[in-house]
């Protein structure tokens, strides 16, 4: 298989170019920035996702948060006690990489700090959190789902890692998520939820489908007594191509199954 995954014409890059974009310092270019009419576009990129999970059911209430890296040492984020179905271009908050708040009327959503050092490790450029029942079905159970059994859960989702519970708001939460994400765009939270990063923040939301929508599958799987099948060796190398052709995180260190067992039985594996 190609190295380089070649798609003619090429995608569009949705991302901020925070790299090439302004990096204000003072109160005036702050000001200026937080309310340019290309940020003012990344604020509603993040009120349209916020309504997107909300409408799936992935978050209740105050629930979920989003963020986006607007430049070298900025981000914009979601507020906290916000509902994010009805989140609004006025209510989104601007910080800086250390989680200390710059600009917007509402304060930061305490879980920022993890978004920031999931950005710090793997370089994304978006991040979201958010509680999707069947991730979270599987994430209370203190498990994860098994990987090579369907090829578009591998290309996306990759082996999802299962971080190590700490209280949420924290700098432990902070570094347990962060080194988690080193394994895999989609994290599962120990006995919480999930956080999703991509290079844009439609991205990030994608993942969290693409990761509920196929632990809902299992579960379905599961509930007519049937053996949930694993894909042989040959083709699971296929997929880890695939997903390595297309930028996307592969642990080097990760072996081609995460298990062999699921709900209490061995999975029958291809040859």
């Known amino acids: 298989m190609d190295k ?35 940020i003012n576009r990344v604020k509603d990129q993040i009120c349209e996702m916020g309504r997107r999970i909300y409408a799936k059911g992935y978050t209740d ?53 993890v978004h920031i050092a999931m950005m710090k490790a793997t370089g994304m450029n978006a991040c979201m959190h ?35 519970y700490a209280t949420p708001g924290t700098d432990e939460v902070a570094k347990s998520v962060a080194e988690a994400a080193k ?36 579960l379905l799987a599961n509930a007519h007594g049937g053996k949930v099948n694993q894909l042989a060796p040959k083709f699971v190398k296929d997929i880890v191509a695939i997903r390595k052709a297309m930028g996307l995180t592969v642990d080097p260190k990760q072996g081609l199954y995460n298990t062999g067992k699921f709900n209490g039985y061995k999975m029958p594996r291809g040859k």
Request: hydrophobic residues 35%; proline residues 8%; aromatic residues 8%.
């Open 4 to 38: 380089k995954l070649y798609i003619n014409p090429p995608l569009v890059d949705r991302a901020y170019d925070w790299k090439n974009g302004p990096q204000p310092k003072t109160r005036k270019e702050l000001d200026r920035f937080f309310n340019s009419a290309a």
């Open 61 to 113: 209430g105050n629930g979920g948060n989003l963020s986006v890296r607007v430049g070298e040492d900025l981000v914009l984020c979601s507020p906290t006690l916000c509902c994010k179905g009805f989140m609004k271009r006025e209510d989104i908050c601007l910080v800086d990489m250390n989680a200390g708040q710059l600009c917007g009327y509402r304060p930061r959503t305490s879980e920022v700090k």
């Open 130 to 164: 958010c509680h999707p029942p069947h991730c979270n079905a599987f994430i209370f159970a203190g498990i994860v789902p098994p990987n090579g059994v369907n090829p578009e859960a591998d290309i996306f989702l990759n082996q999802i890692p299962l971080a190590p």
């Open 183 to 218: 394994k895999s765009n989609v994290v599962f939270m120990a006995n919480h939820g999930i956080v999703c990063g991509g290079r844009d923040v439609e991205e990030a939301e994608w993942f969290a489908e693409n990761a509920d929508a196929y632990c809902q599958v299992l």
